[in-house]
């Protein structure tokens, strides 16, 4: 793999399977030494096996993204072990209840805003200083959810509408200190997660799994769905210096699902 992101120190939260494991991975092929957030030690420690075993650096920090100590922390020990941080990826997200917005408890819409909305804000006003120093970047993981006005998807499109609105306006606020403040938006993504929701959605209505994903791949111009691996390496060019010149925008991986036509 090209080495985009040599020498660079990232930050990513939300470490997990599917897009978390892919944009690890793939950052370390790229050049890069990487800071690992999530809740889960024994999750962050096999990433690191992943990442080391490309020959880079890795400094597990087993965080709780929605605690301000615990953000502080993180800064702390990205910057003691690194000394500076290049990029910011907030990857974390958290899911309300799916059912119409008018229903839902405001408990549940709270609690995914404070991952998805509050998290992100707070960890890129607590690194700013270093990325701005590093001429750096943050990455949004954002979705296509925006786009759906489905009922169902409506708690969901709250928090992430919001993260958009945010994106742009830290842009907005960092961009005369030298930091590109960018989002990326997937729709569905082939991975562990979504391919066990597509049996269940099979076996709820007597289809093969084939026949939802083709259900699913067909809104696209490529018939398809993208995989995290095609996320993590859009996602990470924005991180690249080949991005030096973009901020403020938002980047659907999507297979060309949304676009206007």
């Known amino acids: 793999m090209i080495p985009l992101l ?26 890069a030494d990487l800071v690992l957030v999530s809740r889960t030690e024994k999750r962050l420690e096999k990433m690191a096996e992943v990442v080391r075993s490309h020959g880079r650096r890795a400094l597990v920090c087993p965080t709780d993204i929605t605690d301000e100590d615990s ?4 800064v702390e ?6 000394g500076k941080v290049d990029c910011l990826i907030n990857n974390a997200f958290g899911i309300p209840p799916m059912d119409p917005i008018s229903t839902l408890e405001l408990e549940g819409l709270r609690a995914a805003n404070e991952t ?11 690194f700013a200083d270093a990325l ?64 066990a929701y597509f049996d269940w ?17 067909e809104p696209t111009d490529l018939k398809r769905l993208a995989s995290p691996e095609e996320v993590a390496q859009a996602a990470l060019f924005l991180a690249s210096d080949l991005a030096s010149a973009v901020t403020g925008q938002m980047l659907n991986v999507d297979c060309g699902e949304f676009h206007a036509r």
Do not use: W
């Not at 998805?116 to 607590?126: I, T």
């Not at 200190?177 to 989002?183: E, F, K, L, P």
């Open 201 to 217: 959605l099979a076996s709820e209505s007597g289809r093969t799994h084939e026949e939802v994903y083709a259900e699913k791949a």
């Open 71 to 74: 953000r502080q922390r993180l």
């Open 132 to 195: 701005a120093e590093a001429k750096g970047s943050i990455i949004m993981l954002n979705s296509c959810v925006v786009y759906s006005s489905q009922p169902e998807y409506s708690g969901y499109k709250l928090s992430k509408g919001t993260l958009q609105h945010l994106a742009s306006s830290l842009a907005t606020e960092l961009g005369p200190r030298g930091i590109r403040v960018n989002s990326v938006a997937p729709s569905y993504i082939y991975e562990d997660v979504n391919k």
């Open 6 to 31: 040599q020498d660079k120190v990232i930050v990513l939260s939300g470490v997990g399977p599917g897009l978390g494991r892919s944009l690890g991975e793939a950052a370390a092929m790229m050049g």
């Open 116 to 126: 998805n909305v509050f998290a992100p804000l707070r960890l890129s006003a607590l």
């Open 77 to 82: 020990a990205t910057l003691a072990e690194f």
